[in-house]
């Protein structure tokens, strides 16, 4: 009887186990591709004019290269990588944003569906960077920003204006 009693606890307490382990693994489980889609697309980025060659990784979609300073990627998020230049949608640091470790490429903001929405910046890199207000005119007003430099909140005159955006390779320009 009592070795009984004993294998019924050992096989619920096995059962609870297993059953907990599995909602563990299930919610520590990489976004699906259509669940960051549909994140992207709920915060205003239109997920269908997105450049072609997107990666899903994580909660992210990276667009990456490699060149002979290895990987660079480019991409959106919610998380400012460290070695990233990283611009905001919404101010404090939260919700989406676009970033990249890609120096000495201008990225035009509105290949990502990120033109004209940026209202903070992070540039978490060893190396200077820039973003610009408009697309074309001549000459653009543009916004240096110095390695390590951050603006939680963009001042009012700056918010919602970036369209390019340019990683250097030194910390020398600012």
């Not at 693994?25 to 259509?34: F, I, V």
């Not at 997105?50 to 899903?56: A, C, D, F, K, R």
């Not at 990249?100 to 990225?107: A, Q, S």
Request: glycine letters at 10%.
């Amino acid at each position: 009887m009592k070795v009984n009693a004993f294998l019924r606890a050992l096989g619920v307490t096995a059962g609870v186990v297993l059953s907990l382990l599995a909602v563990a693994s299930a919610s520590s489980a990489t976004p699906a591709r259509a669940d960051v889609l549909a994140g992207l697309a709920a915060d205003g980025i239109d997920v269908d004019q997105l450049p072609p060659g997107g990666q899903v990784v994580g909660d992210e979609i990276r667009w990456e290269r490699q060149t002979d300073m290895g990987i660079l990627s480019t991409g959106l998020g919610t998380v400012c990588p460290s070695g990233y230049f990283c611009l905001w949608k919404e101010p404090g640091f939260i919700g989406t944003l676009w970033f990249t470790n890609d120096r000495g490429v201008m990225h035009d903001l509105r290949n990502y569906g990120f033109n004209d929405v940026a209202n903070g910046w992070k540039n978490r890199t060893a190396y200077d960077a820039i973003w610009y207000v408009n697309v074309s005119g001549s000459p653009n007003p543009s916004v240096c920003v110095n390695s390590g430099a951050s603006v939680p909140a963009a001042p009012v005159t700056q918010e919602d204006r970036a369209s390019l955006a340019y990683l250097y390779s030194n910390a020398s320009t600012c």
